[in-house]
């Protein structure tokens, strides 16, 4: 018996590609174990799928029966092999990207059916030399563990819901026949999955707030994937192999072969280029709904260096680097996945959109510049309708200059950072209320609250420091919390009885959580609401010049992108087919899907949720809320935004008291923020650093 390697590194692939056909080339990959690249090969609506998939599994077949009869090192490396081809390309015909790409549904039935009445034969003669089937059960393990990636070490409660649908799937193994039953389970559930159900009937589209798992979430419809600082250090705690060199996908170097290869010496292009190794997986991940689509699915968001990010000099210098990178890289990749398919096709451009900082008025410069570019942004570190609403602006503008030159466009994003602006509003109501309370029962009452809250302190904290403490998300989440309830009650502040307070509190936490659901209902009704989109599209061929075909263009690919959210209605409530993609960090995908499996739950009932009106008294309450001045900023537009409204024949009564560019860098959760993004950035160029020297 030989015994199984768990890991076996891809060989070499030569350039240019050397093949007469296409099921040369996909065996070939395959055998030299690039099967996700060969698997992906198959996402194209030009190639005649059926009959090539018989001409693979043809040629791997005869692979097979060779390792069944000699059972040698070499063969059941190249049969485990096979099998993992098998379950990616069955994967892709099972899932989402069959649609985003436009596969012909029945001959996707009929490669289904060749794939499994060839994994019967494989099985049969693997039973034959072996009973506990070997190379199937570690091909299967091989595979869960892949599922299980996500917040394995980065572990946030409740986990992901990868982890949680892998443990599912292994529980309907069957031990006679592994490899079937797992793709048969693996099947039943992720068509049954909320997120395979919303996308696959056009009810939503979602993006994934990690730099993992991305290739199982594209089997369930994701079509996007959000990276920062912190999640691309996310990204080497799960993956440790990042550090060392095997990456899983093709032509992706390991950290320390990319900087010997380039010379990079200094901490920033290190850090940089560290990212890159973490985010460039992801490129190849969805390269091929990205082609398949026109452009419209597929995009990855990679963050810039928060450090620069008032600089529009620094940030394009960054950008345009980190773009020049990943287009060398996927001309590579794009010789193999494209190979054989339409000259026209654009080879190497990157999937790739910029996250620029809305925190200062140099993020619409910046948008409105790589925009014209042809290189898409997603704006982030934004919180307010008038933040978002200038950058759609300076969005359209450079969008304009590029249809103009006839660049076709990408989908780009406009982000509503949901949950860290709902922290921020719980944050500032708690200060404000912790305050009355202690004008009447004094510092010595505040000592108490952070002991009840188990917050430790050093001692030499100003009363506005612990104050901060005590209110932080960290430790007062949700703003309910027992030891702040007496606090409150004791003072008299909300009621006299804990019981009345508890009760206020909550309302104030619930009312608190609908105010990112605002803004991203607000900013979509300005722009996409079926009653003024229609006119933006009039406004951008008056004011650019352009033709009624090229404004729909500019539009057309803008998506709002709901995100840090807590709970699961912050997706529920902001779904529709057009304009919106919702991205959703693995521990949340996990709370959807177990708000899906609650009685009578259904999806269809949330259709076009996003034009949903939210109640007036919640509203009328925000308003009396201490928070309300916050609440103002946030959700109202400024005096020269309605005057461009007003010029695209836009009128909505949403009020002049918002947040002016000027005003955005000292907003409180731009603040917060930016601190976290930056001490992430530092921390990870630190560990950087560390690992290559």
Not at 235 to 256: H, I, N, V
Not at 443 to 466: I, Q, R
Not at 607 to 612: F, L
Request: charge should be negative; glycine fraction near 6%; include cysteine.
């Amino acid at each position: 018996m030989v015994m199984l390697q768990k890991t076996s590194a891809p060989a070499p692939l030569p350039l240019p590609p050397k093949a007469s056909g296409h099921a040369e080339l996909v065996s070939a990959l395959v055998l030299s174990g690039h099967t996700k690249l060969a698997a992906d090969h198959f996402l194209h609506r030009e190639l005649p799928l059926p009959e090539v998939v018989a001409q693979t599994l043809r040629e791997l077949t005869l692979v097979v029966r060779r390792a069944s009869c000699y059972w040698d090192e070499r063969g059941i490396l190249e049969w485990l092999r096979s099998y993992d081809f098998l379950a990616q390309l069955y994967f892709n015909l099972i899932g989402v990207e069959r649609k985003w790409v436009g596969l012909d549904e029945e001959e996707v039935a009929a490669s289904i059916r060749l794939l499994r009445e060839t994994l019967k034969s494989w099985q049969e003669w693997e039973r034959k030399a072996d009973p506990d089937l070997p190379v199937s059960r570690e091909g299967v393990e091989a595979l869960l563990s892949d599922m299980k990636k996500p917040m394995s070490v980065y572990y946030r409660p409740p986990g992901s819901m990868l982890s949680r649908m892998a443990d599912r799937i292994r529980e309907r193994l069957d031990d006679r026949n592994l490899f079937e039953s797992f793709l048969e389970a693996g099947r039943e559930e992720f068509q049954s999955n909320i997120y395979y159900k919303l996308s696959f009937s056009g009810l939503g589209k979602f993006g994934n707030d990690y730099a993992l798992g991305l290739r199982w979430l594209r089997h369930l419809g994701f079509v996007q994937v959000s990276t920062n600082p912190v999640l691309a250090a996310c990204a080497y705690e799960d993956e440790p192999a990042l550090w060392e060199g095997f990456s899983g996908e093709s032509f992706c170097p390991d950290l320390k072969t990319a900087r010997a290869e380039r010379g990079v010496k200094n901490p920033d292009e290190l850090t940089m280029l560290a990212t890159e190794v973490s985010v460039f997986p992801n490129l190849a991940v969805f390269r091929p709904i990205f082609i398949g689509s026109g452009y419209e699915h597929g995009m990855i968001s990679y963050q810039l260096n928060p450090f620069v990010a008032d600089s529009v000099e620094a940030s394009l210098r960054d950008a345009l680097k980190i773009y020049s990178d990943a287009t060398d890289f996927l001309v590579k990749y794009d010789s193999y996945l494209l190979w054989g398919y339409s000259p026209s096709l654009e080879r190497g451009r990157p999937n790739l959109v910029f996250k620029v900082a809305g925190n200062s008025p140099a993020s619409i410069r910046i948008t409105a510049e790589l925009e014209s570019l042809g290189i898409g942004t997603n704006n982030t570190e934004t919180y307010s309708v008038s933040q978002e609403t200038h950058l759609i602006l300076a969005k359209m503008e450079g969008r304009a200059m590029a249809v103009r030159r006839g660049v076709k466009l990408t989908t780009v994003y406009e982000t509503t950072m949901i949950g860290r602006l709902d922290d921020h509003l719980r944050e500032v109501e708690a200060e404000i209320l912790l305050r009355r309370a202690l004008a009447v029962l004094g510092e010595g009452a505040l000592n108490e609250l952070l002991e009840g809250l188990g917050v430790k302190v050093k001692g030499d904290e100003s009363v506005e420091e612990k104050i901060e403490l005590a209110c932080d998300r960290k430790y007062l989440r949700p703003i309910h919390k027992e030891p702040f309830v007496k606090l409150l009650a004791k003072a008299g502040v909300l009621g006299n009885s804990p019981a009345e307070v508890e009760e206020k509190l909550k309302v104030i936490d619930d009312d608190l959580t609908h105010v990112g659901i605002l803004v991203t209902k607000r900013v979509y009704r300005i722009f996409f609401s079926p009653e003024n989109r229609k006119k933006w599209v009039s406004y951008l061929a008056r004011k650019y010049g352009l033709s009624e075909e090229q404004a729909e263009e500019v539009l057309r690919g803008i998506d709002m992108l709901p995100a840090s959210k807590r709970k699961p209605r912050e997706t529920l409530l902001t779904l529709s087919r057009q304009h919106v993609t919702n991205t959703e960090f693995p521990n949340f995908q996990a709370l959807v899907f177990e708000e899906s499996l609650s009685p009578n739950f259904d999806p269809m009932s949330f259709r076009e949720s996003i034009a949903w009106e939210v109640d007036k008294e919640i509203l009328r309450r925000l308003e009396r809320y201490e928070v309300g001045e916050e609440c103002r900023k946030v959700l109202e537009l400024t005096p020269g935004l309605i005057q461009v409204l007003r010029e695209a024949g836009v009128e909505v009564d949403f009020g002049s008291g918002g947040l002016p560019p000027e005003s955005w860098p000292a907003f409180g959760a731009v603040q917060k923020t930016r601190k976290e993004f930056k001490e992430a950035y530092e921390s990870f160029k630190q560990k950087v650093l560390q690992k290559v020297g």
